[in-house]
């Protein structure tokens, strides 16, 4: 079960909508779209039956928390094999053939990037989107789970030192 917050954007995500075309659709302004996605307001039984139809699923699907399955139908295996080649393309700015492991492998150097600027308190241009990385985050924890996720960064940082 997700927060509501990360089940409207898991959904947003896999219809393949903007914030700008849900927000369009669902006759809500886009910033209030933002806002709820963000965690930081909440919804009128109206603004719930709106964003539900404009999804096309029940409302009580993103009152419950309920992610919608992966587009493959199943969780990709996670391979020691898979798991080498993605740490890999994330520690040495590489790409990988597998459309999937790419969108990780964009998604994983995305948070990293954030990791190591909160770090080192380098908060200078250019700027990471908070919204990107917001998806980004939903889309990797809902896809792999945070135990893989903080296994795929500690992969990382041992390739980027070693």
């Not at 700027?127 to 795929?152: D, E, N």
């Amino acid at each position: 079960m997700l927060p509501f917050n990360q089940t409207v954007l898991l959904w947003r995500l896999r219809r393949g909508l903007t914030q700008a075309a849900l927000a369009q659709k669902a006759h809500i302004p886009r910033p209030n779209l933002s806002a709820i996605e963000q965690g930081r307001r909440e919804v009128s039984l109206g603004t719930l039956r709106s964003l539900a139809l404009a999804l096309d699923v029940r409302p009580g699907i993103l009152v419950d928390g309920m992610a919608p399955a992966p587009a493959s139908g199943a969780l990709p295996s996670l391979s020691r094999r898979t798991i080498e080649r993605i740490a890999d393309a994330v520690a040495f700015d590489r790409s990988v053939t597998e459309p999937t492991e790419q969108r990780t492998v964009e998604a994983l150097q995305m948070l990293l990037a954030l990791r190591t600027r909160a770090a080192r308190r380098q908060w200078s241009r250019p700027r990471i989107s908070r919204r990107r990385t917001l998806a980004a985050w939903a889309q990797l924890t809902h896809r792999y789970g945070r135990t893989a996720i903080q296994m795929f960064a500690d992969r990382v940082l041992e390739r980027q030192r070693a």
